[in-house]
């Protein structure tokens, strides 16, 4: 334990595996099929899945930018566009879509749960999802999604709401919407975070808001 609960924050990967773990233990389901079965074929997602879907081949997917002065080797056992990368299908990483699939449940949320005349989700839920759970401690989260003031992993810009949330992916990629102007935004590169620190995706959001506002 790195700290004693509600006394500090820190974004990482171990709480989503424990959800994803208690997943599966009640509905004694893998979290890929949960997902398949609960979200993506009730919301029309056609093209989303957790790790590879069925019939899915990896060259038929957009391929991740990688340096070419790294170990070939590793990069081919288990590098971004391995086998193994595209298949594991973690709680924390794994997860292939499109921006109109994507769109949908950005969508969904902003309706409160509702999408298509339908409620998928209760509005205290997605209110817990999008509510800032650290006020105290001033690093603004809420219960899966960043929120616009986070200090790690948003990249939405500096002209959205304080209401905003989101998330953004390592290989460079983001998703966030914002109440306030009903707006949402999908954007989905090959080039990673790690080259620019997320800049691109930060002009690309600022962009978007700037175009609607």
């Avoid at 924050?9 to 595996?17: C, E, I």
Wanted: hydrophobic share 40%; charged share 20%.
């Amino acid at each position: 334990m790195l700290y004693t609960p509600r006394e500090d924050f820190r974004y990482q990967s171990m709480g989503v595996l424990l959800a994803g773990e208690i997943v599966e233990r009640i509905t004694k389901m893998r979290l890929r099929d949960f997902e398949r079965k609960e979200i993506f074929e009730p919301l029309g997602m056609n093209n989303s899945a957790l790790g590879m879907k069925q019939g899915w081949r990896i060259e038929d997917t957009v391929q991740v930018y990688e340096s070419p002065t790294g170990n070939r080797e590793d990069r081919e056992r288990f590098g971004a566009n391995s086998a193994y990368w595209r298949d594991m299908g973690h709680p924390w990483g794994g997860m292939h879509s499109t921006a109109g699939d994507l769109a949908i449940l950005m969508q969904t949320f902003l309706n409160h749960g509702n999408y298509a005349g339908k409620q998928w989700m209760s509005p205290a839920a997605v209110a817990a999802m999008t509510t800032d759970q650290n006020t105290r401690l001033h690093k603004p989260w809420g219960l899966g999604w960043a929120l616009s003031h986070s200090t790690v992993w948003i990249y939405a810009g500096e002209l959205v709401s304080s209401r905003t949330f989101g998330h953004a992916g390592a290989t460079g990629t983001v998703v966030w919407a914002d109440p306030e102007s009903q707006v949402l935004c999908v954007i989905l590169t090959n080039r990673p975070i790690s080259i620019d620190g997320g800049r691109l995706l930060r002009l690309v959001s600022n962009a978007v808001s700037a175009s609607v506002n």
